[in-house]
């Protein structure tokens, strides 16, 4: 298999595999009263749990991240090259899963084009894209959206692509801490780190930026 069937394949698998039901069914299970997405939205006397549920599935999300980073780089320079661009989209598909997760937490309604702009904002954000980086992936993105319009095409697709071209800058963005990878062995235990404490850092940027944004529009609606 190709490196780029190899690493669309592996989106896919991560991507498609959310269902908001599994969202809404944690919830409860935290005590949390709802019963569908919106329900999220009249919870700020309960968003700590919200945020307790947000951590849960951040640990989650740095560990598979780590998983990834440690086999990449198991075998020094053969396995680096030849699973670097799996281990990136990887990380890449992780953090768009923990951010629609976060977003569905948040009363995020994705099916809503204002509501999925806010939450594609904050999971660029979350991986340290500047001004120009966002507006350059999401340049590719809104082709993406025209051209599955026109073709009617799943939704999926759009997703895909955005977290293709995430994963083609992140690439770039994490060349030199990835080099540690090439030495076999230590180069796992680092790459499982470092892919970790990347996780971590992006989900940790998430969760602040969804508690503002919860706040600032329950604050606003309560005006």
Request: hydrophobic content about 45%.
């Amino acid at each position: 298999m190709s490196n780029d069937s190899t690493f669309l394949s592996k989106i896919k698998e991560i991507v498609l595999d959310i269902e908001p039901q599994d969202v809404l069914n944690d919830a409860r299970d935290y005590g949390l009263n709802v019963q569908s997405i919106q329900d999220f939205v009249d919870q700020p006397h309960n968003y700590a749990y919200i945020e307790k549920l947000m951590e849960k599935y951040a640990a989650l999300a740095a560990n598979y991240c780590a998983v990834s980073g440690a086999t990449s780089g198991i075998g020094g320079p053969v396995t680096t090259v030849a699973l670097a661009s799996v281990d990136i989209s990887n990380m890449a598909a992780q953090l768009y899963r923990l951010n629609r997760k976060m977003a569905i937490l948040n009363g995020f309604n994705l099916q809503n084009t204002i509501h999925q702009e806010k939450s594609q904002i904050i999971y660029l954000k979350a991986l340290g894209f500047d001004g120009a980086a966002q507006a350059a992936i999401r340049t590719q993105v809104v082709k993406a959206v025209a051209e599955n319009t026109a073709k009617k095409g799943p939704s999926a697709n759009v997703a895909i692509k955005l977290i293709m071209e995430v994963a083609k800058l992140l690439g770039v963005k994490l060349t030199k801490t990835q080099t540690v990878k090439l030495i076999p062995f230590v180069g796992a235990a680092l790459g499982g780190g470092l892919n970790y404490l990347f996780a971590k850092n992006a989900a940790k940027t998430m969760i602040a930026e969804y508690k503002s944004d919860y706040f600032d529009r329950w604050q606003a609606s309560a005006r």
